[in-house]
């Protein structure tokens, strides 16, 4: 009976064991090269791992919310010398008028005083009436007077900080910060609201029939798309699924169109949809589309194909750039695109 050779080239050893390295049959010789090849490895994962760590120590990750807790403080200080300045306004006014009434009062009272000197026929009960009220007067003015008059009701000012969960839409290298995903997070309304990265244009092709392939029946989703001039971020919504209908799609659960970053320095708005029998455009030859018209419409090949912005057609224009909202011009080309579907919690 005839042994297995060592399945190296040209070693004409008996094969001893089966390598985890190759998956080779190979003789004990060759299996302790495997090892030490394995083991060579070893080497460039510490100093990848030194990197890691070396990157997390000396990056200062306090800095951005620092800026933004510095921000705060100054709005609050203005803020609170606006409220003073109105405060004293107004309690200035409210005394004036309580003076006022009191010394109104006042003069009322002299008055007829004087009227029942000149008469001179008061009754007893008329001068009790005049002390009783001469007493009310200067009671009133002796609380005018203390320094509890006013109460100050003084409400503490809280800032409050906290680490935002990260890994909220996870997959390779993706497009958004952490920023722009707790953003994403508030415009769909559930906060710490995890999605899973199903789709990437660079990765896994520009093609419509790529786009399905990864997309249809996967329920809801957010699609990212970043165009290729200026490297904006914008992208739309969808709680139905896509899955090659040829035909548009209504969806009453809350589409939207966002703007993330663009040429206009609008912050990271929501766009919600006027006209949800038109909510996304389902088609195997194209790319994720919204809208009637079509508000957003991504070809196949979308990196070297134009795609067009007819915006707004179904959804609400709030920030009133029309058609060049999310890129600064209708036509445009992508550098990539993220779809998103959502992770059931």
Known sequence: MTSSKCSIDGCKRNFDTVCDHCQGQVCTKHYIEHIKLSNAELTSLSDELNLIINTIQQRDLTHHVFEQIEQWREESHQCIDELCEEKKRQLKFEISQKIDNQIKKLHELGQEVNELIDEGDASFKQIENIKKNIEACRKQCKQIETDDYFRLDVKAIKLEATLVPHELFTGDDTLLSIEHQVKLNEFYGKEGQSWMLIYKAIRDGFSSADFHRCCDNQGPTITVIQSTAGGYLFGGYTSVSWNSRQSYVHDNNGPFLFTITNPYGIPPTKYSVTIPE???????????????????????????????????????DTTKQGAITFTGNKNFQINDIEVYRLMQT
């Open 278 to 316: 038109y909510s996304i455009y389902d088609h195997p030859n194209c790319g994720p589309t919204f809208g009637g018209g079509y508000d957003l419409y991504i070809t196949s090949h979308s990196q070297t194909n134009v795609n067009t912005c007819n915006f707004p057609h179904s959804y609400n």
